[in-house]
């Protein structure tokens, strides 16, 4: 390996060792208490190291929201493009379980997470392409069905449908991550839950 891809590799290295570091303490600590010291400090480097890659906390912020969002997009994208819109949206449901249960640190920062609200220009790339927004993705697919007139006739609006599976599916992962360790609540299997919840919903919706 040559000088300059060991250098290479190093930066990246310790560019994820920054993000990841930032995002526990974002979930500990919250936004307004974690400072680019502290995120020095979980990862024993100096506050001058962090801001050769961050130029500040709120950089790193939107680093983080648009790995994530991006992240989750992605694993959505994963499933393919199934034809029918009613089976990809199930899909869409299970890919979203398994993110969250997967990547419990990411999830707990992009939904738990109180950050204040980020410029609408800068998260424009991720937030406009199905491809880099989940959201994106669900409610076009919901469209699909509505348009292809799968659903009840009073289901018209995608936003609307796109909110009640997401809540589903958002309300039993989180609930679980919330309370699992509470023992007077016997969960059950998360992503049987989910999926049992999935087919009420559908059931409900579609004609």
């Keep these: 390996m040559g000088t300059l891809e060991r250098r290479t590799r190093e930066r ?10 930032a995002r526990e303490l ?4 919250g936004y307004e208490a974690t ?8 990862i024993e480097f100096t506050p001058t190291a962090i801001y050769h890659h961050f130029k500040s906390k709120e950089v790193l912020l939107l680093e983080l ?3 994530d969002f991006r992240s989750l997009g992605h694993a959505f994208q994963r499933i393919g493009r199934i ?5 990809r949206v199930e899909k869409i449901g299970q890919a979203y379980v398994n993110f969250a249960l997967e990547n419990p640190m990411q999830y707990r920062f992009m939904f738990f997470t109180e950050r204040p609200g ?4 800068e998260m424009t790339d991720v937030k406009a392409d199905p491809a880099e927004n989940g959201y994106v993705f669900l409610r076009d697919s919901v469209a699909e069905a509505i348009a292809a007139g799968r659903y009840r006739t009073e289901f018209t609006d995608a936003d609307q449908v796109a909110q009640i ?6 309300g039993i992962v989180s609930i679980r991550m919330a309370k699992e360790k509470d023992g007077w609540v016997k969960f059950r299997d998360t992503r049987e839950t989910a999926a049992v919840m ?10």
Excluded: N, Y
């Design 35 to 42: 400072t680019m010291r502290a995120v020095a400090d979980r």
């Design 118 to 121: 980020l410029p609408e220009d």
């Design 165 to 170: 599976l997401w809540g589903a599916m958002h």
């Design 26 to 29: 974002f979930v500990e600590s």
């Design 12 to 21: 990246s290295e310790t560019r994820q060792k920054i993000l990841d570091a």
């Design 198 to 207: 999935r087919q009420v919903l559908l059931r409900g919706l579609v004609k």
């Design 65 to 67: 929201c648009r790995l």
């Design 83 to 87: 034809a029918d819109p009613l089976e």
